[in-house]
T-cell receptor
């Protein structure tokens, strides 16, 4: 019930393309769904987050789509750039506040 | 505003030793959480402190402990180190009542 499943494990996208990373959760008590971006040697950086009362949130080139009935959410990176090459983690949390993370997706954007 | 700082950044210890890691949260943030990151297990929650009290604890053995001081700075301690404790230890801080957690750069612990 505490798992967050993330796919794919790795993703290669051409510059200018759309990167899509998917996550699924089991615990219906989760009510906060963030995405983190991590570069090698750095800590995860909060990228964008969504609450279950909305189906989509957009910040610049980054969009979260949220499907409450399917218990799924996804990150879309529009016009992907080589500088977006990093590992992306989805996460979920509930009333206790601790984040449950997916296993991560290593994104490579080719010039 | 300065971000979350963690010291030291790198540490090499021998099996059986103990280690203490330090975390200074973003100014004004009173909640501090610790996570362990390994290639195999990913990011896993260790514990959370708020106002010097442990509010939540993950599924780790008692060798892992922590504390928080009145200035919100936090330390975590690992006793009787094992090879499997080699990991990146991350600290995250958040404002009271807010979901957003902001991570520090981590402490890379290597146990030999």
């Amino acid at each position: 019930q505490q798992q967050v499943k993330q796919s794919p494990q790795s993703l290669i996208v051409q510059k200018g393309g759309i990167s899509i990373i998917n996550c699924a959760y089991e615990n219906t008590a989760f009510d906060y769904f963030p995405w983190y971006q991590q570069f090698p040697g750095k800590g995860p950086a909060l990228l964008i987050a969504i609450r279950p009362d909305v189906s989509e949130k957009k910040e610049g080139r980054f969009t979260i789509s949220f499907n409450k009935s399917a218990k799924q959410f996804s990150l879309h990176i529009m016009d992907s750039q080589p500088g977006d090459s990093a590992t992306y983690f989805c996460a979920a949390s509930g009333s206790q506040g601790n984040l449950i993370f997916g296993k991560g997706t290593k994104l490579s954007v080719k010039p | 505003k300065a971000g979350v700082t963690q010291t030291p950044r790198y540490l090499i210890k021998t099996r059986g030793q103990q280690v203490t890691l330090s975390c200074s949260p973003i100014s004004g943030h009173r909640s501090v959480s610790w996570y362990q990151q390994t290639p195999g297990q990913g990011l896993q929650f260790l514990f959370e402190y708020f106002s010097e009290t442990q509010r939540n604890k993950g599924n780790f053995p008692g060798r892992f402990s922590g504390r928080q001081f009145s200035n919100s700075r936090s330390e975590m301690n690992v006793s009787t180190l094992e090879l499997g404790d080699s990991a990146l230890y991350l600290c995250a801080s958040s404002l009271m009542g807010q979901y957003e957690q902001y991570f520090g750069p981590g402490t890379r612990l290597t146990v030999t």
